[in-house]
Nanobody
Framework: QVQLQESGGDSVQAGGSLRLSCAAS???????MGWFRQAPGKERETIAI????????EYHDSVKGRFTMSQDSAKTRLYLEMNLLKAEDTAVYYC?????????????????WGQGTQVTVSS
């Protein structure tokens, strides 16, 4: 079982930056890890995934070039660096882990989730 805890959410002005963290209870090197968000009244959106075993990272088009997903050397903490924030980035942000099956953007395949952290961007 993997426990995840996000932090770093805040209220910022458009054009600003934030760095979200996700602390995992275990080594996640071999897991598919992802960042997701859900805005009020909208479906959950997959914004970035990292393939297992130092695999590549892929981004949703809406955040490509602005957001960067990374991991610490101990492979127990995930980060999401968010730059050039826009009002439409306002959402609750979640990290999640998929421990079996192929890595991909389907959020329903991720088994372990954090509780989320709120990001609010004002224009």
């Amino acid at each position: 079982q993997v426990q995840l805890q996000e932090s770093g959410g805040d209220s910022v002005q458009a054009g600003g930056s934030l760095r979200l963290s996700c602390a995992a209870s275990t080594y996640t090197y071999n897991y598919c890890m992802g960042w997701f968000r859900q805005a009020p009244g909208k479906e959950r959106e997959t914004i970035a995934i990292r393939y297992p075993s130092n695999g590549p990272t892929e981004y949703h088009d809406s955040v490509k070039g602005r957001f960067t997903m990374s991991q610490d050397s101990a492979k127990t903490r995930l980060y999401l660096e968010m730059n050039l924030l826009k009002a439409e980035d306002t959402a609750v942000y979640y990290c999640a882990a998929r421990t079996d099956g192929p890595c991909g953007f389907d959020s329903t395949k991720f088994r372990y989730w954090g509780q989320g952290t709120q990001v609010t961007v004002s224009s």
